[in-house]
């Protein structure tokens, strides 16, 4: 029993920043590992980033090569993705998800709960 919903997105040129959040209506939001997925038009869904109970992070290096970082608030029930030298590439639908297990995943299937994402657009 958990919804999620993302903000934050919207229209950046290359080499700005962006965070967005999602925010959980849940409860037990501690128990969830929160994970960040992305979608861009014609493509499959990428993992982006995932972060534990505890708040250890785990990201796609392949695409993400140090620029993002993930972060949760427990107390506040939300977790944020902060977008750094963003780049065209990085253009697509955001998405949050929670996963009702101990560890954290990659994979899109392993996740219960999905917010209705949130665009983000990174002109050049």
């Known amino acids: 029993q958990v919804q999620l919903v993302e903000s934050g997105g919207g229209l950046v040129q290359a080499g700005g920043s962006l965070r967005v959040s999602c925010a959980s209506s849940?409860?037990?939001?501690?128990?969830?590992?929160m994970g960040w997925f992305r979608q861009a038009p014609g493509k499959e869904r990428e993992f982006v980033a995932a972060i534990s109970w505890s708040g250890v992070p785990t990201y796609n290096e392949d695409s993400v090569k140090g620029r993002f970082t993930i972060s949760r608030d427990n107390a506040k029930n939300t977790v944020h993705l902060q977008m750094n030298s963003l780049k065209p590439e990085d253009t697509a639908v955001y998405y949050c998800?929670?996963?009702?297990?101990?560890?954290?995943?990659?994979?899109?299937?392993?996740?219960?709960?999905w917010g209705p994402g949130t665009q983000v657009t990174v002109s050049s």
């Open positions: 998800a929670a996963r009702g297990a101990y560890g954290s995943s990659r994979i899109p299937e392993e996740y219960d709960y």
């Open positions: 849940g409860r037990t939001f501690s128990r969830y590992v």
